[in-house]
């Protein structure tokens, strides 16, 4: 992962970029010219796991518009603020982190939903078999391994605890601590947690083994929602508009394309994926992916998305109540997918994945 750029070293990063040059046809007001526009986009991995950005290059869907990984992340309040110091161009985290980076005055935009939850794609707090963890009010004093802190795993369990009647200095006692999501499963079965939230194919995994049980997940908390959305800065959307319309679109395409495929079919191409960026992973658990969940098709965002964690992060008193517009914090001005593009095919001449270069 790159050190932290300075703003005077950033802007000379952000010049070089923009020697390179995108061929794209639509163009917009206030940004320059397509042929100056970068084409080249930084981001984060996740161990283990397609993102969509990844699936959507290796489909072809981002035409000329490539991918350069820096380096993995297990934290999205840490990959949204590297997008917005200028680290990675574009990064993505549970939505109440981008309120609350929102506020702080980063300058970013939400652009794109790319997860969120459903009857496949959830999350789920464990506890062993024969854990005397039955009720919220057993969580008093329990540690809860979770993949970051300030961000979706905590908000459930926050919502979990007030909706089972904890007061706030009773919440406080139940301990999050961060746990890497691959190590998640072996913490909780050696005891080291009391509790460990597991998501899709780590947490299928984990039940095929046995010995564990849900004490409760976020579907069960909210039902279908999209949860977290993918941001870009502010200056790169403004230099740079045909490329974010490009990736933004490639990216909706890859949503919808996935959500049209058959299962199997997704699951290979994304083994596949995996296998050709030689990032020294196992594909084994890839097997139990079922949805990336995002609710709205293409990914568009609505308040909804939004507003609920303002709500929540107003009554927890992180923000002050109207401090932020939830129509202030992401726009689907670069969403361009339309229905049509349901029978697109991926592109011939672009199915290798760039992604490991």
Not at 69 to 76: A, E, L, Y
Not at 296 to 318: C, N, P, S, V, Y
Request: glycine share 10%; net charge positive.
């Amino acid at each position: 992962m790159s050190t932290l750029i300075t703003p005077s070293s950033r802007r000379q990063f952000l010049t070089l970029l923009g020697l390179s040059a995108v061929a794209v046809s639509c163009g917009s007001g206030g940004g320059g010219a397509a042929k100056d526009q970068a084409k080249t986009l930084r981001y984060q991995g996740w161990a283990g796991s397609v993102i969509l950005p990844e699936l959507a290059e290796d489909l072809g869907f981002l035409d000329d518009v490539k991918l350069k990984w820096v380096g993995n992340t297990i934290s999205g309040p840490q990959d949204i603020q590297s997008a917005a110091t200028g680290q990675v161009d574009f990064g993505g985290a549970f939505n109440g982190a981008v309120v609350k980076l929102a506020v702080r005055k980063a300058p970013i935009t939400a652009v794109i939903s790319y997860y969120g939850v459903d009857k496949a794609a959830y999350n789920g707090f464990y506890v062993l078999k024969d854990s005397p963890i039955h009720s919220a009010r057993d969580l008093i004093g329990k540690k809860v391994g979770m993949n970051t802190l300030g961000a979706h795993s905590e908000a459930m369990l926050d919502i979990y605890l007030q909706r089972h009647g904890l007061s706030q200095a009773d919440i406080k006692k139940a301990e999050p601590l961060v746990v890497p999501p691959v190590n998640t499963e072996q913490s909780l079965r050696q005891k080291q947690i009391q509790v460990g939230v597991l998501g899709d194919i780590l947490r299928d995994k984990a039940l095929q083994t046995g010995g564990i049980r849900p004490l409760f997940t976020d579907y069960q908390l909210l039902g279908d929602f999209s949860a977290g959305t993918y941001v870009v800065n502010d200056r790169f959307l403004k230099e740079n508009p045909d490329t974010a319309r490009t990736f933004v679109t490639g990216i909706a395409r890859a949503i919808e394309w996935a959500r049209a495929t058959p299962r199997d079919e997704v699951i290979a191409r994304q083994i596949e994926i995996v296998k050709k960026r030689g990032r020294n992973e196992g594909t084994a658990p890839l097997k139990y992916w079922k949805s990336f969940g995002v609710a709205e098709t293409a990914g568009r965002i609505t308040d909804k998305e939004f507003q609920l964690w303002i709500d929540w992060l107003a009554k927890r008193g992180d923000i002050e109540k109207g401090q932020v517009k939830a129509s202030d914090l992401y726009t689907n001005e670069f969403n361009a997918y339309s229905r049509k593009d349901k029978a697109d095919k991926p592109s011939a001449a672009k199915t290798t994945s760039k992604s490991g270069s």
